[in-house]
């Protein structure tokens, strides 16, 4: 357990508020199911995302945008049975909440009433602040996400850092302000020059999450098979693992594979 916060029994948005103040750095990482997630929220993680990278790192999807609403509600209802201690955030996925603000309330009001979680997250600025609006209307918190939005990602083009040039800055700067004061709790900013991110950290009141954004945001979050060396090829700058689990596994299934074919599996203390 880490020594932050770790006589807290539940981690809450007005926590998450607080560490901000305080100058305590918030932890993030991704998890799309039960056994992980148990992990993770023992390990003392401050903030769980069922990210609709499962469409990547579960699915096998290239991309964010085919997950569907149905899935997501299942990750996240297997987190939440596991998850004793975190703040749980749901990203809506594509389609579920962009230019229709009902639609966009329907959707987070389906992930809070069937999953349990605790907050939902949403791509975008100015563009979706309707839809934003709406959702905290109802009283379901928001997290913002700016910068690299992978569910736009055919407007970009591809997954290089954003905000590079002042036009671009100047918008993510004030759509952080909006986010801001429409009333999110929290915005995450992914892949942006790490000066924008401590810009961004220090103009604006609610804690920022970052991945790829520099070490001055408030908090950080990776993708927890990035983190965990799951997903081998994938190895952009900002990323730091912490083990080589796809060599690990892949090493103990050759070894379990010759143990059976070897006749050396099951042995007489293993059978009964
Ligand atoms: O879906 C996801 O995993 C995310 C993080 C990269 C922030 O949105």
Redesign the pocket.
Known sequence: MSTAKKDVKRVTTHIIAGMKREGEKISMI?AYDYSMARIIDAAGIDII?V????SNVMAGHET?LPITLDQMIYHAQSVIRAVKRALVVV?LPFGSYQGNSTKALNSAIRIMKESGAHAV?VEGGAEVQDSIKRILSAGVPVMG?LGLT?QSIYKFGTYTVRAKEEQEANKLKSDAQLLNDIGCFSV?L?KIPAHLGKAVSESIDIPTIG?GAGKHTDGQ?L?MHDLLGITKDFNPRFLRRYAELYDVIKGCVEQYIKDVKDRDFPNEKESY
Request: glycine content about 6%.
């Open positions: 991704t995302l990210g609709d990278s499962a964010t990203d997250k996400h992978p995450v992914e991945i979050v993708v």
